[in-house]
């Protein structure tokens, strides 16, 4: 499950939530002229799902196989596949301390985004949280009960919604110097126009109904947390 995305403003890049302090002394934020030079030549976001759902697939479908590539060569996750049981929480979560420094290297490495602290703690009811204001992941200790893929697809979710949360950002806050593409400010445009279904979605919190659930997969973040969890879970846990 994803959490509540809030509109990011053009403030000074010291009010930014989640933004480590280094970062808030040394990178302002876009003046109000550069935003509007981007607005006017900057890319149209998609107009639809299906639009972009292609323009998404062709940005990070590289980035991704690019991160299955970099965790798949390493022997801890053969390691994992052999040792994890499920319903063993206790050995379970020894293994996760060797393992997800491993994930969160290649997703970094593969997205060229910074990953929030995970903390193991339960969060609302959810097995996992993106807590964009703590800039932090919140990732539930009943995980380590699950399967490898459960955990796995959990874990590399909520990476993949603080991925989307510094896009965002940077639609008006520079990052270590780094400017999007332009179909990245497509998509992180996109992204940030469907926040109010997000709020509407959320509403009902973990008792969304079958309908509200496949109609939030559709939303536009959600969609790709979801597909790119599913993905890599599915091959490095071996399901």
Known sequence: MAELFFEAAVVPAAAVPGLPAAERAAEPAFTRADLLGLSAH?????????AYKV?????FNPMRNRA??????????ASAREVWRK???QANAAIVQGLVPFVI?????AYGFTSPPIDYKAAAGFLGLYDMRHHRI???PTLFNTSLKDFLDTVIHEEMHAFQAELILMLNVQ????VLSAPERAIAQYWRNEEPKYRSAMAAGSAMSPETKARYRMIGQE????????FLASRLAGA
């Open 68 to 77: 299955l590539a970099l965790m798949a060569k390493e022997p801890v996750f």
């Open 55 to 59: 323009l998404m697939e062709d940005l």
């Open 138 to 140: 919140l990732v539930s």
């Open 175 to 178: 990052r270590k110097g780094r």
């Open 223 to 230: 969609y790709h947390a979801w597909t790119t969890a599913h």
């Open 87 to 89: 319903g063993q929480g």
């Open 42 to 50: 900057g890319p149209e976001p998609p107009r639809n799902f299906a």
């Open 105 to 109: 290297r290649s997703l970094e490495q």
